[in-house]
């Protein structure tokens, strides 16, 4: 990669494997002559790519930096070394785990620390997070998903009427139940967190207080959102979405009391220390040192004043495509939004987010279909889609772009039937999209 606009040659995979070469051809060729408006995608810099594809995919190292199960680990420590001296300071935090394979193992390594999942008689312990058809995450609570089957889960909701979190049912609720920790954060939420006010509740009632900043997190890390760290006991995030890295998550936390009576932790004296011990050797072996030596390099990245322009340049695109879309006759949930995504409730114009999304995708532009408060439909239907704009403005689009866009979504979704129409516009979407380089950066 001698060119930053240029990609890899992978001359070596053409040669041996050809029906995977093909495949990153196509994923390629997809990527830059498509839109991508998958609110938790975006693209990774040259320098995190080759950090990733690097030698240090070949090194086993459990443990921790200093306190490994293996030799020869000098030079992966000083990956993640750097990756927990960077994210510390990017964070302005004192404490760091670079180690989740992924947001949904920081989550779990997370509740495993805090809460004991079938203890006190095989009674589950209840927990809050936001539902999952009101934004909130998959790991927040959903049945389908391990925090909602090893814990009793009482999740809260948006208030109909405003599409804001309903901060009165979550006092409510929380003196009802008497949560041992809620989780705040979502996939799908468009709005800030009010963080100090969970706080409250939290210590009210004596829970945890978790947040889950995966998607908002390059905006905490500019200033640009309110920050968890003083008031939540543990933060969780991936590394991937407005953070800009490879794909993989952490964990941070300021908190350094100690009052933790986990049945299975005798030697965590330290709520880090059993975030620590749960991550590994808990729930995962060997980190990937190539992921982590890729995380070093984005949190390197990120804390470049260019990185603050650029979550601007993210926040600006959202708001101009947001207003365009309730200029055209959109509602969107909330009315607009304070980050980098959006979400249409397609309801009042009777369609599907599953109609919806094949049709934009059809046109060339990406979305993803969503449920939306109230959503009757099923989550392979659903009401809505939800839009955000990481991707693009890392390629360099900027308001002109996004009005555009928004004619497109607005002219596709007239008709989510007229195949020839959304061919037919893919053309001018991949004449604009080839007017912005993948590695725009
Ligand atoms: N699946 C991610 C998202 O799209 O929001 C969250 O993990």
Sequence with gaps: MTDKHS????????????????????????????????????????????????????????????????????????????????????????????????????????????????????????????????????????????????????????????????????????????????????????????????????DEVGAWLVADIAHFAGMVATGLHPDPLPHCHAVTSTTHKTLRGPRGGLILSDYEGGEILLENMPKAKTVTDAIDSVTFPGLQGGPLMHVIAGKAVAFKEALKPEFKTYIEKVLENATTLADELVRRGFKLVSGGTDNHLMLVDLSPKGLTGKASETALA?????????????????????SGIRIGTPALTTRGMGADEMKRIAGWIEQVLSDVEDKEMHRALREEVRELASAFPHFAW
Aim: some cysteine; overall charge neutral.
């Design 362 to 382: 059809r046109a060339g532009i990406y979305t993803n279909k969503n449920m939306v408060p109230g959503d009757r439909k099923s989550p392979f239907v659903t």
């Design 7 to 202: 990609l890899p040659s992978f001359d070596a995979l053409r040669a041996f494997d050809p029906e995977i070469a093909g495949a990153i051809d196509d994923e390629t060729a997809r990527q830059t002559e498509k839109l991508e408006m998958i609110a938790s995608e975006n693209i990774v810099s040259p320098a995190v790519m080759e950090a990733v594809g690097s030698v240090m995919t070949n090194k086993y190292a459990e443990g921790y930096a200093h306190r490994r199960y293996y030799g020869g680990c000098k030079f992966v420590d000083v990956a993640e070394d750097l990756a927990n001296e960077r994210v510390r300071e990017l964070f302005n935090c004192k404490w760091s785990n670079v180690q989740p394979h992924s947001g949904s193992q920081a989550n779990q390594a997370v509740y495993f620390s805090l809460v004991q999942p079938f203890s006190e008689g095989g009674k589950k312990i209840p927990i809050m997070g936001l539902h999952l058809n009101h934004g909130g995450h998959l790991t927040h609570g959903s049945p389908v998903n391990v925090s909602g089957r090893f814990y009793d889960v009482y999740p809260y909701e948006l208030n109909m009427d405003t599409g804001r979190i309903n901060m009165d049912a979550v006092v409510k609720t929380a003196r009802e139940i008497k949560p041992r920790l809620i989780m705040t954060g979502a996939s799908a939420y468009p709005r800030f967190w009010d963080f100090a006010t969970f706080r409250e509740i939290a």
